[in-house]
């Protein structure tokens, strides 16, 4: 039964790192593409870093 338990647990630590990490992918598309459109260096640091704390907040909260 333990054994279950923690495959369970395991597995569902392993999806909520995969889901991070897809988040993750798709913040750093979504700089590049801004990146293109947009010539202030800060401005993209400041998307980015603010897209990055929204996954963690939501990662923390799940």
Not at 10 to 23: A, H, P
Not at 27 to 36: A, K, Q
Request: net charge positive.
């Amino acid at each position: 039964m333990f054994n279950l338990i923690k495959f369970m647990t395991t597995s569902l630590s392993v999806v909520k790192y995969s889901l991070i990490t897809i988040e993750l992918s798709c913040v750093i598309e979504l700089s590049f593409e801004i990146r293109g459109k947009d010539t202030k260096i800060k401005n993209r640091q400041e998307i980015k870093i603010l897209s990055i704390e929204k996954i963690v907040n939501n990662y923390l909260t799940a």
